[in-house]
């Protein structure tokens, strides 16, 4: 059996090969879920700088789940905070399994990693600090176990 380490060390490694030929990236961040079971209290906030109002942008969830994972979605409410003060909030189902159970996205062993399409090409109001918060909004009481990390990925549009 493969100890939930290696397995978070083998996306790591691959992220990186990723990344290092990412020239469109203007923000990548995961934040790991505490053993793995996201509570409901517990909510995942990113903070980036937006520079071009001109260009689009396309933004990303980004989800790691293992296989013990009980749900073939996530629900998530997610709110963006621009550098006014101006809020954006969304309610967002985010699809981790086809209808048969396969897991979508890259998996090693028993981690998937999966982006989520969540805005395309859209334009930043202002250039400045923005604060994005991801919530999950499942309604269990024992928190989501079997999610790993939760991340943001902002991306000029190609």
Same mark, same amino acid.
């Given at each position: 059996?493969?100890?939930?380490?290696?397995?978070?060390?083998?996306?790591? $490694?691959?992220?990186?090969? &990723?990344?290092?030929? =990412?020239?469109?990236?203007?923000?990548?961040? *995961? #934040?790991? /879920?505490? +053993?793995?079971?996201?509570?409901?209290?517990? $909510?995942?906030?990113?903070? &980036?700088?937006?520079? =071009?109002?001109?260009?689009?942008?396309?933004? *990303? #969830?980004? /989800?790691? +789940?293992?296989?013990?994972?009980?749900?073939?979605?996530?629900?998530?409410?997610?709110?963006?905070?621009?550098?006014?003060?101006?809020?954006?909030?969304?309610?967002?189902?985010?699809?981790?399994?086809?209808?048969?159970?396969?897991?979508?996205?890259?998996?090693?062993?028993?981690?998937?990693?999966?982006?989520?399409?969540?805005?395309?090409?859209?334009?930043?109001?202002?250039?400045?600090?923005?604060?994005?918060?991801?919530?999950?909004?499942?309604?269990?009481?024992?928190?989501?176990?079997?999610?790993?990390?939760?991340?943001?990925?902002?991306?000029?549009?190609?």
């Amino acid at each position: 059996m493969i100890s939930h380490k290696f397995k978070i060390l083998s996306v790591f $490694i691959l992220m990186i090969g &990723f990344i290092s030929c =990412d020239s469109n990236k203007v923000f990548e961040e *995961y #934040i790991e /879920v505490k +053993n793995a079971n996201w509570e409901k209290e517990s $909510i995942a906030s990113f903070e &980036f700088e937006a520079k =071009d109002t001109v260009i689009a942008h396309n933004l *990303y #969830i980004n /989800v790691r +789940n293992t296989g013990e994972y009980a749900f073939s979605n996530i629900y998530l409410f997610v709110t963006m905070q621009g550098p006014n003060g101006g809020l954006l909030k969304d309610t967002v189902n985010c699809v981790l399994a086809d209808n048969r159970g396969k897991w979508l996205g890259n998996g090693i062993g028993d981690l998937w990693d999966l982006r989520i399409p969540y805005v395309g090409a859209f334009k930043f109001a202002q250039s400045g600090n923005y604060t994005v918060t991801l919530e999950q909004a499942m309604r269990v009481e024992n928190g989501l176990e079997g999610i790993t990390d939760i991340g943001l990925r902002v991306e000029t549009v190609k």
